[in-house]
């Protein structure tokens, strides 16, 4: 069926591009190298975020969760299949990231690039920062990048094709992105922009957009289901997002945080305009506006620079398809082999900002050297001894031996009855992890999701707290004594100096209080 777009024509015939699968295979296997030697011989724990996507795994309820579920599966298969240590948990990162690579080589391929374009497209995923680091943390950040990435894939052989079944799959790609993050919702926005504004517009006429649209929250409902059963908690962590880290982040900032990328900044930038403004690839134009609308609109909401991510494999596809046809004499060859050599220079230099290999004294010699306040700037502006990334891998394994200490001190019958209360996921996720092997129950937290999985059923007698000040306790319990202090240097402010307190005899009990945490961050 013809979406009354024209047919595509002065574009090569992708189907007789070969795809060069042995450079593409190579490089996919490097990236894979990377990550795996990392996650298995690297200096640093598992990230804050990581304890909460395996604690919301535990805690698994489909269709009543305040965030997409889809980390949170993919938890609780990992540690099922593979176990919990850092390599297993941060497999599917790893090979999810690979696949974003292959689909930037398949998107060139299917733009009429040939070796070269294939083979660059694929290294600015392989030689970037931004997917070095996504491919290496579990969190939802390569959930999104992968799925954005194989739903452009998808628009694009709409470009190749008048198969409109290539909906579907872009339809099954927005469905499982609406079930990792709800940032799918600004890419769909994009991409009826893109359609509007190009010569697709009249796709909108047959039902094929309209089923993908359908696959789309069908696939994603237990994200929608599960906002509309808890009050929509989104509201408030966009609230509280936009007001500690969005608001801080101006278009200025947000562009000048994209040269980070080095020059795939350039490349992708070359790709948009191909895209944009090149007769060759006009049938590609509805790909080129997505992605600009997706840039602008992720710069109108405030988001972080990162946020803009899953475009640019596409983009990097696309000016790799320029730079590999470019026809200068004397100059081609030069730009083209420069734009290689550049890609590959980046990423030997700053390799160690995109995968956690150095050991923090000597990764603080390192940013001393690279001069670059930007890389241990946090989302709330401060500037801390190493990326916040890092700094949030260090020290938790230490903080739950401490409270086990501290907890193992308590007489039995006051271990029978004591609660674990921490002041954030991260702190209650690792007593979590680590703790069951030392003997320590589940904690609680007053903050965020772990709010939603309740205070339990002790009334908080004797309650271990840790990650509080003085002043947050008095005025809740009768005593409040200090117990036990954990620092670490490189954490990031909140967690550098601790002290763990033992509390007892609450003034209310911890189910008369917790209502009144509801939201608290």
Not at 235 to 252: E, H, W
Request: hydrophobic fraction near 50%; proline fraction near 6%.
């Amino acid at each position: 069926m013809n979406d009354g777009s024209p047919v595509p024509v002065s574009h090569p015939d992708s189907a007789r591009v070969p795809l060069a699968i042995g450079i593409i295979g190579s490089l996919a296997a490097i990236k894979l190298a990377l990550h795996f030697s990392t996650n298995l011989f690297g200096p640093y724990e598992f990230h804050r975020d990581e304890f909460l996507y395996m604690a919301m795994g535990e805690h698994l309820r489909l269709w009543s969760m305040d965030f997409p579920p889809a980390i949170a599966l993919i938890s609780e298969l990992e540690r099922g299949l593979l176990g919990d240590s850092i390599f297993a948990i941060r497999l599917f990162p790893a090979v999810l990231s690979t696949l974003i690579l292959v689909l930037a080589a398949a998107v060139a391929r299917d733009l009429g690039g040939g070796r070269y374009a294939q083979a660059l497209a694929a290294l600015c995923v392989l030689a970037n920062t931004l997917f070095l680091r996504s491919g290496n943390l579990f969190q939802p950040v390569v959930l999104d990048q992968l799925w954005w990435t194989l739903a452009l894939f998808a628009i694009v052989k709409l470009g190749t094709s008048e198969n409109q079944r290539w909906w579907i799959l872009f339809g099954t790609a927005c469905g499982f992105g609406l079930l990792s993050k709800f940032s799918m919702l600004v890419f769909g926005l994009a991409t009826l922009i893109g359609l509007l504004v190009s010569k697709r517009r009249r796709a909108l006429l047959t039902p094929w957009p309209w089923y993908g649209a359908l696959i789309a929250f069908a696939i994603g409902s237990p994200s929608f289901v599960g906002q509309i059963r808890l009050g929509f908690p989104i509201i408030d962590q966009m609230g509280d997002l936009q007001n500690a880290q969005l608001a801080r982040v101006t278009a200025g900032e947000f562009l000048r945080r994209q040269l980070m990328w080095g020059p795939g900044a350039i490349i992708a930038t070359a790709g948009l305009v191909t895209l944009l403004a090149t007769r060759k690839l006009r049938p590609f134009r509805i790909v080129g506006w997505t992605c600009l609308a997706a840039f602008v609109l992720l710069i109108a909401l405030h988001g972080k620079p990162y946020y803009a991510g899953p475009i640019y494999p596409t983009l990097f596809a696309a000016g790799a398809v320029f730079l590999g046809e470019l026809r200068v004499p004397r100059w081609s060859p030069m730009l083209r082999w420069t734009a290689v050599a550049a890609t590959a220079a980046y990423v030997m230099v700053l390799l160690p900002l995109g995968l956690p290999i150095l050991a923090p004294p000597v990764m603080e010699e390192y940013l001393a050297r690279l001069g670059s306040r930007t890389a241990v700037t946090t989302n709330v502006g401060a500037v801390e001894r190493l990326p916040q990334d890092y700094a949030d891998m260090l020290g938790w394994e230490a903080q739950v031996d401490s409270i086990a200490s501290v907890y193992h001190s308590l007489a039995p019958e006051e271990q029978q009855e004591a609660v674990l209360l921490a002041s954030n996921y991260g702190e209650a996720g690792a007593i979590d992890f680590y703790g069951p092997e030392i003997g320590l129950p589940n904690a609680i937290a007053i903050v965020g999701t772990y709010w939603f999985f309740g205070p339990g059923d002790k009334a908080g007698n004797v309650t271990i707290a840790h990650g509080f000040t003085l002043d947050d306790l008095d005025g809740r319990f009768e005593s409040v004594t200090p117990a036990r202090r954990v620092t670490n240097p490189y954490a990031v402010a909140e967690q550098r100096d601790l002290t763990i307190f033992v509390c007892r005899n609450p003034y209310r009990t911890l189910q008369e209080m917790w209502p009144s945490f509801e939201g608290e961050q």
